[in-house]
T-cell receptor, first 110, second 114 residues
């Protein structure tokens, strides 16, 4: 089946440093969603990107959808301890179901 | 509104036992689904339903059954538990059949099969 690859698997950063996670697909995505899962919690929807080259911001979080709609990124500026968790991208191919990436686990060193 | 409610939160089974994981949503969502989450493998779709009376298989359906007799409820049945089914299970719903709708997840069920 079609897959969404996500890197890195783990990221440890000092508090205040920036963080980026990337999602890639070999085929064009219809849209991409991003979720955050706190340790011990459940995934929570953050945002959806639909248009080629789309950029959306939520406070310190910046989400991008590539021009070819085959890749996406989530960038966090000046990380805080509240950013700890696992970030998942989830893409849709055509009218198929959502396919989740493997996630990036972010830990913050105070 | 409670959102998506899953029970139980934790369960330990012996190999061969059966059980049902419950999922209920009070948001009148058409779409409901079950995922399992294993370390390093993200969230994998087990079964899904686009409305009452309609179910379909996801990526990893073997060993699991579902039914959708009402809009609100979507139970997941393990007929004969195996150690490979040790995982965290999440139920999720969304308001439309399409793939543009955000998923709302329950709090999860942590299942251990010995």
């Amino acid at each position: 089946g079609q897959q969404v690859m996500q890197i890195p698997q783990y990221q440890h950063v000092q508090e205040g440093e920036d963080f980026t996670t990337y999602c890639n697909s070999s085929t064009t995505l219809s849209n991409i969603q991003w979720y955050k899962q706190r340790p011990g919690g459940h995934p929570v929807f953050l945002i959806q990107l639909v248009k080629s080259g789309e950029v959306k911001k939520q406070k310190r979080l910046t989400f991008q959808f590539g021009e070819a709609k085959k890749n996406s990124s989530l960038h966090i500026t000046a990380t805080q301890t509240t950013d700890v968790g696992t970030y998942f991208c989830a893409g849709t191919f055509g009218n198929e179901k959502l396919t989740f990436g493997t996630g990036t686990r972010l830990t913050i060193i105070p | 509104n409670a959102g998506v409610t899953q029970t139980p939160k934790f369960q330990v089974l012996k190999t061969g036992q059966s059980m049902t994981l419950q999922c209920a949503q009070d948001m009148n969502h058409e779409y409901m689904s079950w995922y399992r989450q294993d370390p390093g493998m993200g969230l994998r779709l087990i079964h899904y339903s686009v409305g009452a009376g309609i179910t379909d298989q996801g990526e990893v359906p073997n060993g699991y059954n579902v039914s959708r007799s009402t809009t609100e409820d979507f139970p997941l049945r393990l007929l004969s538990a195996a150690p490979s089914q040790t995982s965290v299970y999440f139920c999720a719903s969304s308001y439309s059949r399409g793939n543009n709708s955000p998923l709302h997840f329950g709090n999860g069920t942590r299942l251990t099969v010995t």
